[in-house]
């Protein structure tokens, strides 16, 4: 076998070209359980994502999971699905086409596409397409908001991992996190003022939940900084509200296996305000920048019902930045400022024209 990639056709005197790829975690192709479990088989199976030792953990979730799990998480998928495929692609293929408008208006002329960590399209995919396009200054932009081992670190160890296999290697640089960068704790803030705005200023009895994506307890233990960014977002998101501290509360979901993970949890939180007496929850998932299972149907759906059987009154969730313009000025904000230095301006004599063309794509993709 070859040990790099055939090289695709180069043409001499082609400008250069540089491009953002926007990287989110994945999902599966369609709703059934063959599809999920393809998808979760490959999600994993990643060690960073489950460090367990190799051996054990290949007869656990071989032997159990990939046979009990596809048909209960099937039945949770197809009841988000939308007409248009999974939520979540959805959502980062409109931020995509949203994001290059965006930076088209600040002056930038580059690619904008998107990849999965698991599932399709991959990253080694999208990046084989993207140099084919030209492209030799390429910014890796992972959708996580707070840095984790097994959400950023596995996209770039994909991405290094491509790089291996390439003669003539484009020049990469990616964005670590951005838990605390300003626009995004601003549409953050924005999107909750608008709720409650719709819905009325919450009263007395009262908390916002902040709920992130849960990691097992022994991340933290071994110096993964995910909990420190979470509670970092949380806290600037509250002074960002003007809240005090017993007006929210910030939480982790979607607990895996039987390990202890980072506390508290959000299931037993939502119970325990109901029992408390506490009337009205919102509940915000900052760790998402777009909806998708864990927000939709965890949350939106399954967080209620554990609120109400509680004696829990009035349940809101607030939906995710997906495609609001507060968000993608954010977004385009973090891009920007990683690809100082690469040649990416508009000539002035072509920024009007191409400016105008880039607001037309972006508006078509978000009607």
Known sequence: MPRYLPEPAWRHGSPAQTAVLLINLGTPDAPTAPAVRRYLKEFLSDPRVVEIPRPIWWLILNGIILRVRP?????????????????????????????????????????????????????????????????????LLPLYPQYAASTTATAVDVACGWLQSVRNQPEIRTVRSFADHPGYIAALAASVREHWASNGQPGASYRLVMSFHGLPRYTLDKGDPYHC??????????????????????????????????????????????????????????????????????????GRAEFTRAGGTEYHY??????????????????????????????????????????????????
């Open 71 to 139: 048909r209960r998480s099937a039945e949770k998928y197809a009841s988000v699905w939308a007409a248009e495929g999974s939520p979540l692609k959805v959502h980062v293929e409109r931020q995509a086409t949203l994001l290059r408008g965006f930076l088209g208006q600040a002056g930038h002329r580059v690619v904008v596409d998107y990849a999965m960590r698991y599932g399709e399209p991959s990253i080694p995919a999208k990046l084989s397409q993207l140099k084919a396009g030209g492209c030799t200054r390429i910014l």
């Open 318 to 367: 607030v939906p995710c930045l997906n495609e609001r313009d507060d968000w993608l000025h954010a977004l385009a904000d973090i891009a920007a400022g990683h690809l100082q230095g690469w040649p990416t301006r508009l000539p002035t004599d072509q920024s009007s024209l191409e400016v105008s063309a880039l607001r037309a794509r972006a508006a078509g993709a978000s009607s």
């Open 229 to 302: 960014e979470c509670q970092k977002s949380g806290r600037l998101l509250a002074e960002a509200l003007s809240l005090a501290a017993e007006q929210y509360q910030i939480c982790f979901q979607s607990r895996f296996g039987r390990a202890e993970w980072l506390q508290p949890y959000t299931a037993p939180t939502l119970k325990a305000l109901g029992k408390q007496g506490v009337q009205r929850v919102d509940v915000i998932c900052p760790g998402f920048p777009a909806d998708c299972l864990e927000t939709l149907e965890e949350i939106a759906i399954e």
